[in-house]
């Protein structure tokens, strides 16, 4: 069935349309992997460094962690840099990445050696956290793969991981919601999930209270964006020679 293009929306997408996606492997030098994922107007920088030592508490194998900021001219007015203490939206973002990560990957091949992925916002137009999560997977992909050329370790590639929001924008379910919807939306629903199952779902009224029905539909517009967006995740790391 042909999906027909909404008035109700900004750019006049289908209810159940992502904007337009595109992920460049290997946009920095120094990280062992990094991306930019371009999301409609929503671009990040995402980059997976290793340290060769773990944290206290990790009594074997490896970690990963997560470090998210929106950059200065992220958004239409300045964003603070975090100098000293990490905000309660910026705290609360890192570690929906770290555990959404930590998800799939197999810690105990990447060794006594810590995975640190960094997020920087550079430009923000609505879903920088799933944008965040959908361009670390490729980026700790092409990590794996240059510890596994330095015989670090054995290349086992984590399930394709992405990450999508949904919301009601004007009493519609919707998928993907840019700035001018989300600050709008009766309901806001972030969704993180693998082609087979799903990792964490942070949902929300802003409004009335929303039905078992709605989320239902959130849902379905949720998993077809996650495949949607694995698809792309897929091209982008065969590009690069990873078929994961």
Not at 45 to 73: F, I, K, N
Not at 127 to 136: F, L, Q
Not at 216 to 242: S, V
Request: hydrophobic letters at 40%; charged letters at 25%; aromatic letters at 4%.
């Amino acid at each position: 069935m042909t999906a027909i293009q909404s008035a109700d929306r900004p750019d006049g997408r289908a209810c159940d349309a992502l904007r337009p996606v595109r992920i460049v492997p290997d946009a920095q030098r120094g990280p062992a992997g990094s991306c930019i994922i371009e999301w409609g107007h929503t671009r990040v920088l995402c980059a997976v460094s290793v340290d060769e030592r773990t944290p206290h508490h990790v009594q074997s194998g490896g970690w990963l962690t997560a470090e998210y900021a929106m950059l200065p001219g992220a958004g239409s007015a300045r964003v603070r840099r975090d100098r000293t203490k990490v905000g309660g939206r910026t705290a609360e973002i890192q570690r929906l990445i770290g555990r959404s990560l930590r998800a799939v990957v197999d810690l105990d091949r990447v060794g006594s050696r810590t995975l640190w992925v960094d997020c920087d916002v550079l430009d923000a137009d609505g879903g920088t956290r799933c944008a965040s999560i959908t361009g670390a997977y490729v980026a700790l992909c092409l990590a794996i793969r240059r510890l596994a050329r330095k015989d670090v370790v054995k290349p086992a590639w984590p399930p394709p991981l992405a990450a999508v929001s949904v919301g009601i924008h004007r009493e519609r379910p919707v998928l993907d919601l840019c700035y001018a919807e989300d600050r709008h939306a009766e309901v806001d629903l972030n969704f993180v999930g693998t082609a087979s199952g799903i990792v964490e779902i942070q949902g929300t009224a802003e409004g009335r209270p929303f039905t078992r029905p709605e989320l239902d539909e959130m849902l379905r517009l949720a998993e077809k964006g996650t495949a949607e967006l694995i698809a792309i995740q897929r091209a982008a790391l065969a590009a690069a020679g990873i078929e994961p």
